[in-house]
């Protein structure tokens, strides 16, 4: 299948990873930002396959996996409400909030409905002039387009009752974040293909300079990784900091200039709460005021809502790449994926979630 | 008696949609509730069906439920996935289907038109593989508590004196074939499920597999250790299941598993990994090393196996687990889901 099939090819990979094992010369810490990399990783057992001089740590860019517990308990609430059909990408249905995720609130009867895309939610709308309509609309750069486009149909179409529960986050910011902690042991960032292909990657080059970072924009394939990886440990042997891109089949240096003009009119920047991580200044998307009434936080009163993370989870810690999965207490234990005590362990880009489905542990295996 | 739920209730108070997936939840209510309630030594060996000592006749007994949404599909319906179904859990015990029930429990406002198909629907499929209904129940509900139709059916079936397949018989050595292109029926059904709709000519692989399975028991006999039909959960759960009940691991070569590329198309957009998603006409032979090449020329050489594959092998390391070695020479662990996947966000 193209596009799928050459970025797939062993043999290829096999050349890639002998450049790699003849360029690194010590030891080096790399962060791939996106859990959808981090899902390519595990999954295809690339971790395994590179040099011990490597470590790669797993970012922050699991949108189910940042989303602030308030807002998850806030997203349940509404979805209790009987006049409501309450949507979302199917991932965040199974985030533990407080005491309850949304697939329990649909096991006792709530109209919780998975969708493929906010377009869907808004026909929903339409299809329903009776019910509020609400979808969840969380994700970073990657998702605001469609976010944003259904918002604007909505008020093209001027539906009265469709509102979305907004937790957008953006890259950048946390991606500072992280640099300037004084724990902070990544050395070269694999940056999220996705978001760059809306984004561009421009917003990267100041980071770079002012950090000393190498920074390449990567892809989600096998190959994509191996290449990233390559190439952001050429920079760091020669001691460049620069952006490059990986991902030139999608990624342009501007981005999709449309979709940030349509994203720019339908939100603006706010500081905004990552859950494990904390309060990030200027981190994430809220709804423009012209857009107020679209936004499911102002048009229901769900009253005060008392908040509880589990003692155990250590979320922060994996989101900011100071701990691995396996050395939480928990990991296995107590949080599984039928039982998750924090969001890593419950969509396929979360860091915990992919090493419990796919790794390969303490087992040792002739090949 | 047992007094209290076996299942903790701090845990699941309620049954969730993950308790019907075939994955991990599945097997807790299975394994936790069930059989220990149930308690006998035929049910014991968790198999597709029972396999029960008849006057000295080995006869094997399955029975299956449908709820399939929509109720036509492209490809079949819910009627003939009833017949198909049960008569595939009998054939995976290595035995001729002989009778068949079926009982429909129908919901108040059901078309009469759309009834009409599904019977006739049954009984074209139940024709084709030459086995009768021979007895049914009907049951109507109130509008809203049911989903248009559900069918149950069960089956009996006679087991050939040269078949002698069980979960627990595979052995250190054996090789892992699949009959065809797999997640078919799953990727289908998605296609048309209201809110996911997306164009593709994908049908289901909704077959009987009774007359494949008969052609490979002439061919190998006893050297057929295992037959699975990789239903609900997909691949990865019936190789999950199969290692765990037999304490050997399982070892499969991701690239030689057969996918069309329709199907691995809507995957990789959807996000899902085919090897969770369901099957209704195809099955995974595990056979001894000597027989497996003559069981795929005996595969291949029948309509439904044209592209039967070997996809991996039965090895003494990680006993219970499945492993997998990736497209690029990577391994991984194919491990049982929770419950059904979830499409992810980007």
Excluded at chain 1, 260 to 274: G, I, M, P, S, Y
Excluded at chain 1, 284 to 305: M, P, W
Excluded at chain 2, 82 to 104: E, Q, W, Y
Aim: some cysteine.
């Amino acid at each position: 299948m193209k596009y799928i099939d050459e970025y797939r090819n062993e043999a290829d990979a096999q050349k890639v990873l002998a450049v790699i094992r003849r360029t690194v010369t010590r030891p080096w810490t790399l962060m791939e930002i996106c859990g959808g990399q981090t899902h390519t990783l595990i999954k295809f057992g690339i971790d395994r396959l590179l040099p011990e001089q490597i470590t790669l740590v797993h970012g922050p860019g699991c949108p189910v996996c940042v989303t602030p517990l308030e807002l998850i308990d806030k997203a349940i609430a509404i979805a209790r409400r009987p006049d409501v059909i309450f949507t979302s990408f199917g991932d965040m249905l199974r985030v533990p909030g407080s005491h309850d995720d949304l697939l329990s609130v649909k096991a006792r009867g709530g109209d919780v409905r998975m969708v493929y895309s906010p377009l869907d939610a808004v026909k929903l709308a339409q299809k329903h002039p009776d019910k509020q309509v609400v979808f969840f609309a969380v994700g970073f750069e990657t998702t605001a387009p469609g976010n944003a486009m259904a918002v604007w149909q909505a008020r093209q179409l001027g539906l009265q009752n469709f509102s979305i529960l907004c937790s957008h986050v953006l890259v950048p910011p946390a991606m500072e974040a992280i640099l300037s902690s004084p724990m902070n042991r990544v050395q070269g960032f694999l940056a999220a293909g996705h978001v760059c292909t809306v984004m561009g990657y421009w917003e990267y080059e100041p980071i770079a300079a002012k950090y000393r970072v190498p920074i390449v924009v990567t892809g989600f394939e096998p190959l994509d990784l191996l290449q990233g990886i390559l190439m952001t440990v050429q920079q760091l042997e020669s001691g460049r900091a620069q952006v490059e891109n990986q991902y030139t089949r999608a990624v342009r240096r501007e981005g999709n200039v449309a979709a940030q003009k349509l994203v720019a009119q339908v939100f603006e920047v706010t500081d905004r709460k990552w859950r494990g991580i904390g309060e990030i200044p200027r981190s994430g998307y809220r709804l423009r005021d012209e857009f107020a009434a679209f936004d499911a936080e102002k048009r229901f009163d769900v009253g005060a809502l008392i908040v509880q993370e589990s003692s155990l989870c250590i979320a922060g810690e994996i989101l900011q790449g100071l701990k691995k999965p396996p050395a939480c207490v928990a990991f296995g234990k107590q949080c599984t994926p039928e039982h998750p005590l924090g969001a890593p362990m419950v969509s396929p880009e979360g860091a915990c979630a992919a090493y419990y489905q796919y790794a390969v542990s303490s087992i040792q295996y002739s090949d | 008696m047992i007094a209290t739920c076996p299942i903790p209730i701090s845990d699941y108070p309620h049954i969730t949609l993950a308790h019907g997936g075939g994955g991990r939840l599945t097997h807790m209510l299975i394994e936790q509730m069930f059989v220990p309630a149930f308690a006998n030594v035929a049910l014991e060996t968790l198999h597709d069906g029972a396999i029960l000592d008849v006057s000295g006749a080995r006869v094997a007994f399955s029975t299956d439920s449908f709820v399939v949404h929509p109720i036509f599909f492209p490809g079949g319906d819910i009627g003939s996935l009833a017949v198909h179904g049960t008569v595939n859990d009998l054939a995976m015990c290595g035995a001729r289907p002989l009778a068949l029930s079926s009982a429909l429990i129908l919901e108040e406002g059901l078309p009469m038109q759309d009834l009409w198909r599904i019977v006739q629907s049954m009984q074209d499929a139940a024709r084709a593989v030459g086995v009768p209904i021979v007895t049914g129940d009907t049951k109507v509900v109130d509008r809203g508590k049911g989903d248009g139709v559900f069918i149950n059916t069960a089956g009996i079936g006679i087991i050939p004196a040269h078949a002698r397949v069980a979960p627990t018989r595979a052995q250190v050595g054996d090789v892992i074939l699949i009959s065809g292109a797999i997640a078919e029926h799953g990727i289908a059904i998605m296609s048309v499920r209201e809110g996911l709709e997306f164009e593709t000519q994908l049908q289901s692989d909704s077959a009987p597999l009774h007359d494949i399975v008969a052609r490979v028991l002439e061919a190998a006999g006893e050297q057929v250790h295992v037959l699975r039909d990789p239903t609900r959960g997909g691949v990865a759960s019936a190789l999950n299941e199969i290692a765990a009940r037999a304490r050997v691991g399982i070892r499969l070569n991701e690239a030689q598993i057969p996918l069309a590329d329709a199907v691995r198309g809507a995957c990789e957009i959807l996000g899902l990994d085919p090897l969770y998603v369901a099957n209704e006409g195809k099955f995974i032979a595990i056979v001894a090393r000597e027989a497996a090449e003559q069981v795929l020329a005996t595969l291949r050489a029948h309509p439904l196996g044209k592209d039967a594959a070997i996809i991996g092998e039965v090895v003494a390391e990680h006993p219970g687990k499945v492993y997998l070695r990736s497209r690029i020479g990577g391994l991984r662990v194919v491990d049982l889901l929770s419950g059904e996947q979830l499409p992810r966000i980007c």
